[in-house]
């Protein structure tokens, strides 16, 4: 096993699937689970940030006339409906899971005590992280890179729908080519926006490894975690 503790990264919006107008379509928390097991069973330590984008972002607040402050821990709350519909998802599957938030809301999640997760995952228990870091002006890719370093994780994986980072947005143009490695200083100078500048610089720093990689190829998270090639890895 190439990693023995991971962060995984997973953005609400790939939680809505193909529907338009739901924000959960549960063949995708179906989907995630099944990966989300298969990495599991190789007695990996797993830890998992979602964040709320199928259901709001701070950045829409001001659109609606909602201070922004007020707007972000909307979104932070929206994380925790995703959070605990994953929780609910990873349980029928028999997984042990706790759901720790970094806003306190003991009737549904742990707050968030470092060495109180630690000890979940030894134990074999997914933990996920509810609420981002419960700050606003914060993303939950942030969320991901500090909750990463603070559990001492060997990497964040960041699933996305594309396999990796291209040179220009492969959406876009058909000539785009993927890198398969980067350093965090080539990805700072070429600007790939892999993720917020506060969530990379905090990996930067902390020689933290991020593998962006298309989450939705299934057994490529199994296989990552195993450390074969796919997506692009930067270290
Ligand atoms: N957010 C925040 N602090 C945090 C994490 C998240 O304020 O520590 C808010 C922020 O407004 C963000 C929203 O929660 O827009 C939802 O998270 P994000 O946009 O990162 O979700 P994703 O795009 O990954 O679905």
Redesign the pocket.
């Known amino acids: 096993m190439k990693y023995k503790r991971i962060l995984l990264?997973?953005?609400?919006?790939?939680l809505m699937g193909k529907s338009k107008t739901n924000s959960l379509d549960p063949e995708v928390l179906e989907q995630y689970s099944m990966e989300i097991k298969a990495v599991h069973e190789l007695g990996v330590e797993l830890a998992i940030v979602?964040?709320?984008?199928?259901?709001?972002?701070?950045?829409?607040?001001e659109a609606l006339g909602i201070d922004r402050v007020q707007?972000?821990?909307?979104?932070?709350l929206?994380?925790v409906i995703?959070a605990m519909a994953l929780q609910s998802a990873l349980e029928r599957h028999g997984m042990y899971t706790r759901l720790m938030a970094?806003i306190k809301m003991e009737q549904v999640c742990e707050p968030f005590i470092r060495r109180r997760a630690i000890r979940h995952l030894e134990k074999g228990r997914i933990v996920i992280f509810g609420?981002?870091?419960?700050?606003?002006?914060?993303?939950?890719?942030?969320?991901a890179s500090l909750r990463a370093i603070e559990i001492q994780a060997d990497v964040v994986l960041k699933g996305t729908r594309v396999d990796g980072v291209y040179t220009k947005d492969p959406e876009k143009f058909p000539d785009a080519t993927r890198y398969a490695k980067l350093s965090f200083q080539e990805a700072y100078e070429k600007n790939l926006n892999i993720m917020d500048m506060t969530a990379f610089t905090l990996c930067m720093e902390n020689k933290l490894p991020i593998i962006v990689f298309d989450m939705n190829k299934s057994g490529n998270l199994k296989r990552i975690t195993q450390g074969d090639e796919a997506g692009t890895l930067i270290s």
């Open positions: 990264k997973l953005s609400g919006e790939a979602i964040g709320g984008g199928n259901i709001f972002r701070g950045g829409q607040a707007g972000d821990y909307m979104g932070m929206a994380t995703n970094g609420a981002g870091i419960g700050n606003p002006y914060f993303t939950t890719d942030s969320t």
